[in-house]
């Protein structure tokens, strides 16, 4: 499994995969022509030990940028952690047109294309696994995983029943596929402004993944 994987391309620009992304998509170019309204590929070092997997590029933010979490309110608190963690270099610009790298760590989407409300549907989640699958292949040795659609994503990627790994902010998971599953609510702007997610209670996620990534 982990050669096919490995060998597996990117999403092309008009990836068929999902009809529904795909008429969202097509309404999108028509609408902002100058967005980039395609799968957003990964950002970061193929080799990061430490792989972020969000839920799916927002319609203003990665799917206008062609950055993950690059261009929205969930992006700036994201990446305002990652410096603050020592996972970034460079100045983080909204438009994505800045001098950022990240340092052993990447940022994937479960679902590659903007889905309509924000709410990918779970053929979408299925026919996007491969990629994602691709992005777990790595030598990753943490992976965090934002909110519960993501963090099913990833262990359905690695063919375990999500019954075997409760959800939970903060929550740190063996499933046994080489790396350390942390989960946290979503950096989302309706998480933090109902008082879902704080930031330091974000803080503490990378509290726990700081020091995994720094034992042994
Ligand atoms: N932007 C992304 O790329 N992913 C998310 O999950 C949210 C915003």
Redesign the pocket.
């Known amino acids: 499994m982990t050669a096919q994987i490995s060998s597996l391309a990117e999403p092309g620009r008009d990836c068929p995969l999902c009809p529904r992304l795909v008429d969202f998509r097509h309404g999108n170019r028509e609408k902002f022509p100058d967005w980039h309204n395609g799968p957003?590929i990964s950002f970061g070092p193929k080799d990061a030990a430490f792989l972020i997997v969000?839920?799916?590029?927002?319609l203003r933010?990665?799917n206008r940028t062609a950055r993950?979490?690059t261009g929205?309110y969930?992006?700036d608190l994201l990446y305002q952690t990652l410096d603050r963690f020592g996972f970034s270099e460079g100045t983080y610009v909204s438009e994505g047109k800045d001098d950022l790298k990240l340092v052993d760590c990447r940022?994937t989407?479960a679902v590659r294309c903007v889905p309509p409300e924000n709410k990918p549907i779970g053929a979408e989640v299925k026919a996007c696994a491969p990629f994602l699958q691709m992005e777990l292949a790595g030598p990753r040795r943490v992976v965090l995983a934002?909110?519960g659609l993501?963090h099913g994503a990833v262990l359905s990627g690695l063919g375990i029943p999500k019954s075997r790994f409760k959800f939970g902010h903060n929550a740190v998971h063996e499933p046994g596929a080489g790396f350390t599953l942390v989960n946290s609510y979503?950096c989302?702007r309706y998480n933090t402004n109902t008082g879902k997610l704080t930031e330091s209670m974000f803080e503490d996620v990378f509290r726990t993944i700081r020091s995994l990534l720094d034992t042994d």
Do not use: E, R, Y
């Open positions: 957003v969000g839920l799916a590029p927002g933010g990665a993950p979490f929205d969930a992006g940022i989407n934002l909110g993501a979503h989302s």
